[in-house]
């Protein structure tokens, strides 16, 4: 794996798949952008920010147990408060707002099951 981190940056939060292929974390490497990232524990492969939101904060990352879905928690640019957002940890298809209550904060997500 490679990746450029942003001076001061900070990479934490970290979510392992249970099947051990897969960690998530959130980093600020990116201009400082809060944003979550998916790679392959093997080190082969590329980092991947799959909630690409250059103006949202995104993190408390989980990953499903065979790590190919990712959940968060994000403040999407189009919101005024945290939602439960879902993707693909590999960055393809579309981020899922599973939440939409703007009325209420909606975080911590936990995906669990096999």
């Known amino acids: 794996m490679s990746g450029s981190n942003y001076p001061g940056g900070d990479d ?3 979510s392992l798949s ?4 897969k960690v998530a974390w959130r980093s600020n490497r990116e201009q400082g952008n809060l944003e979550v990232y998916v790679a392959s524990t093997d080190g082969t492969g590329e980092i991947v920010n799959v909630s690409k939101d250059p103006g949202g904060g995104n ?3 989980s990953l499903s147990a065979d790590g190919r879905t990712v959940a968060w928690q994000g ?8 939602e439960v957002r879902l993707a693909n ?3 393809t298809g579309v981020i899922v707002d599973v939440t939409d209550d ?7 997500p936990s995906l669990q099951g096999n």
């Open 89 to 91: 940890s590999d960055g």
């Open 102 to 108: 703007l009325s209420r904060f909606d975080g911590y």
């Open 18 to 21: 249970a099947d051990g292929s």
């Open 12 to 14: 934490d939060s970290p």
């Open 75 to 82: 403040w999407p640019v189009h919101s005024s408060s945290y």
């Open 59 to 61: 993190e408390y990352p």
